[in-house]
């Protein structure tokens, strides 16, 4: 990176407008210690040896925005996030790129959907510019943690939470928002495989009005129960459905869904439309205008589990796919459900499955021209 990170010291770097970003970071471990974590790093076990961290008071606004090495924080116990989860994340990847250079994808559209998560939970919201510029001043300092092998990625999670020692129900009037970075393999660990689901009809992820369509720490508190029921039915993940008729798909655990209907070049893809309570993903929507440019007509609309079972049953529905930041496109195998159990496809990925994987990965890992504007260059 340009600034070192030796001394502490304010860096030419801004944060967002009037709050410079001071450099006190560095390196902590080797080489040959940061060697034998990408070797094999998983996902969501290892961090890097920096961490970007800015405060905010209201009245006062953003200050001390600084890039520091990754630590513990020290929190006080009545730390309004503790009690009333007032916290939101994103999640995005850097890729190393095969020039040498860094780039991460779309995080103007993270840093848009961080923005929406902030009002919905009545957080100040992180400015865009100021989001991305923390993004980029931790990948640039921890560089050396982009890994190279193949389909490995460092994964970025900003978040935002409520700073404020008080118990009182309220916003609270003190936030931090930090960025880590996770050197990551294959978010499932047998990779590529159709993955089975099971479909809850006792919890709902979340209900008209709710906070479905944005990323708030608690949506994912309450799906754990059914994500730990889908476990005992032995299912990978679990698949939510509305919660007003607990009839149509809305997503996969921390992922969205598509259905293909058809083959070959005729093939069609329908996504459950964005009601309000799905998340919009970045991935779903860059997915959307890949499979357009292929040709394939995508339909966003509800899409009933009786239509995903009959359509499975008659051969028009030939796979399902569920897509996310974190585990890319994993193919779904196995459906159970109250109302009968059922398989699609035979066991493996499907062609478009696997044909959007690569043109995705291509994209990302700078394989093919990004011809979107989507690579975001780092440094
Ligand atoms: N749905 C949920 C509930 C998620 O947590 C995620 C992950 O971020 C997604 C969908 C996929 O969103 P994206 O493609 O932006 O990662
Ligand atoms: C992501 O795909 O980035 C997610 O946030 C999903 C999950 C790891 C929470």
């Not at 780039?103 to 957080?123: C, D, G, H, I, Q």
């Not at 193949?150 to 999670?157: G, I, N, S, V």
């Not at 294959?186 to 006792?202: C, I, K, L, M, N």
Request: aromatic residues 10%.
């Amino acid at each position: 990176m340009t600034d070192t990170l030796a001394d502490s010291r304010t860096s030419s770097r801004v944060f967002t407008e009037g709050v410079p970003l001071v450099v006190d970071g560095g390196s902590r471990r080797s080489a040959a210690e940061r060697a034998e974590v990408l070797a094999d790093p998983g996902f969501g076990r290892f961090f890097t040896d920096n961490m970007f961290v800015a405060r905010y008071r209201t009245g006062q606004g953003w200050y001390d925005a600084r890039l520091t090495p990754y630590a513990p924080l020290q929190v006080d116990p009545s730390m309004a996030t503790l009690h009333y989860a007032q916290s939101i994340f994103e999640g995005l990847k850097a890729y190393a790129q095969p020039d040498g250079s860094v780039a991460t994808f779309r995080p103007e559209a993270n840093a848009a959907r961080f923005v929406r998560s902030a009002k919905r939970l009545a957080m100040p919201p992180v400015p865009e510019e100021a989001f991305i510029a923390a993004v980029d001043a931790l990948v640039d300092a921890d560089r050396d943690w982009v890994p190279t092998g193949a389909d490995q990625t460092l994964y970025l999670r900003p978040y935002q939470m409520a700073s404020e020692p008080f118990l009182g129900v309220r916003p609270a009037r003190e936030y931090l928002f930090l960025v880590i970075a996770s050197p990551a393999g294959a978010y499932f660990p047998r990779g590529v495989q159709p993955v089975s689901v099971y479909v809850s009809e006792d919890y709902v992820r979340a209900s008209p009005g709710g906070t479905g369509d944005v990323k708030c720490a608690g949506n994912y508190a309450a799906s754990l129960l059914a994500q730990e029921q889908a476990g005992e039915a032995g299912c990978d993940q679990v698949v939510w459905l509305d919660a007003t008729e607990k009839r149509y798909v809305e997503e996969m655990g921390g992922m969205n869904l598509f259905f293909v209907l058809g083959s070959g070049d005729d093939a069609e893809l329908i996504t459950p439309e964005l009601t309000g309570t799905l998340l919009p993903g970045i991935t779903r929507a860059s997915l959307i205008a890949l499979a357009e440019e292929m040709g394939h007509r995508v339909t966003e609309r509800k899409f009933g589990v009786d239509e995903w079972r009959r359509g499975v049953a008659d051969g028009t529905v030939t796979e399902t796919f569920a897509c996310g930041t974190a585990a890319v496109i994993t193919p779904v195998g196995e459906v159970k459900a109250r109302t009968g159990d059922f398989v699609v496809g035979d066991g493996t990925p499907g062609p478009l499955t696997m044909r959007l994987r690569e043109a995705l990965l291509d994209i990302q890992h700078g394989r093919v021209a990004d011809t979107h504007g989507w690579l975001h260059r780092v440094g």
